[in-house]
Nanobody, 125 residues
């Protein structure tokens, strides 16, 4: 399995950014993909997850209503649309995935089967 993130960058507070994850190599369609972020000096936080088969989603309270995760199954792409960005959203965002789990199941895990290398998102205040 390979997860490759793209689209990070610098954005002003209140702005929007979309990051992408190219997910490939899964042996079946029974998996979920998500985004986990880590800021310097802070604990890792799972922010959004999506089940590949039925597109059900799960979000952390800190991003609910501001972030949206969606996927293009034909292209094997997963996106995180981030709106109303805040300085506290600054972090490295990792694309993660688990076989045989749903978005809701992934959201309570501290670790995941597969990780991308991460993409930096910086929100300036």
């Amino acid at each position: 399995v390979q997860l490759l993130e793209s689209g990070g960058g610098l954005v002003q507070a209140g702005g929007s950014l979309r990051i992408s994850c190219a997910a490939s190599g899964f042996e079946s369609d029974d998996y979920a993909v998500g985004w986990v972020r880590q800021a310097p000096g802070k604990e890792r936080e799972g922010v959004a997850f999506i089940t590949y088969s039925d597109h059900t989603t799960d979000y952390s309270d800190s991003v609910k209503g501001r972030f949206a995760i969606f996927s293009d199954n034909a292209e094997r792409m997963v996106y995180l649309q981030m709106d109303s960005l805040k300085s506290e959203d600054t972090a490295v965002y990792y694309c993660v995935a688990n076989d045989f789990l749903t978005a809701q199941s992934m959201s309570v895990l501290q670790d995941h089967d597969y990780w991308g290398r991460g993409t930096q998102v910086t929100v300036s205040s």
